[in-house]
């Protein structure tokens, strides 16, 4: 009888690979996207005014938003950049741990959407680590947002999805059989 192949230490780091991969490809697509939807909100759109897209439910609205979700905390901009630079780094840290292409759309939509929230906070007016979120999509009065919110909601719910449905980043060890196991025998 042979014995079990010797486990693969590199095996699943190879295998990982193609799904990074896509992840990185992921949150660069909703990266660019949510820059190019702000870039044409700010240079076809007047501050303020609503422009009705799906009646009064859905219209462009162009504002420039200092704080979190519903403009929350807008005194402390520079305290979310850092929370955005902390989310960005842990994201990225375990978008090199997921190895199911389920987790992988996830993590790449959040990771695309946080990158983006943290250049706006970074790069634009009024200054470095004190920049306003470019919003556009006003959802009926409730509130106003763009590409990269609509990436970091959906990328959660899904994330909380998988997770109700039991389905992990990483996929479950297989079992070696041992000497004597029923998957020995045969």
């Not at 799904?19 to 990266?31: E, Q």
Request: with cysteine; aromatic share 10%; net charge negative.
């Amino acid at each position: 009888m042979d014995d079990p192949p010797a486990p693969d230490p590199d095996r699943r780091a190879r295998a990982s690979r193609p799904i990074l991969f896509g992840i990185l490809l992921l949150a660069v697509g909703v990266l660019v996207l949510d820059q190019l939807t702000k870039w044409w909100a700010e240079s076809t759109m007047v501050p303020g005014e609503a422009t009705p897209v799906l009646g009064t439910f859905i219209q462009w609205r162009l504002i420039y938003n200092p704080g979190a979700a519903f403009g929350m905390a807008a005194d402390f901009t520079w305290i979310l950049t850092c929370f955005a630079a902390v989310a960005v780094v842990a994201l990225a840290v375990f978008a090199t741990r997921v190895v199911t292409v389920s987790w992988a759309i996830g993590v790449g939509a959040l990771l695309g959407g946080a990158v983006s929230h943290l250049g706006d906070r970074l790069l634009r007016e009024p200054g470095f680590a004190r920049g306003h979120i470019v919003d556009f999509i006003d959802y009926n009065g409730w509130f106003i947002g763009n590409v990269a919110d609509i990436a970091l909601v959906g990328g959660v719910a899904y994330l909380v999805l998988l997770t109700f449905l039991g389905i992990d980043h990483r996929p479950a060890a297989t079992p070696v059989p041992t000497p004597g196991s029923v998957a020995d025998e045969g």
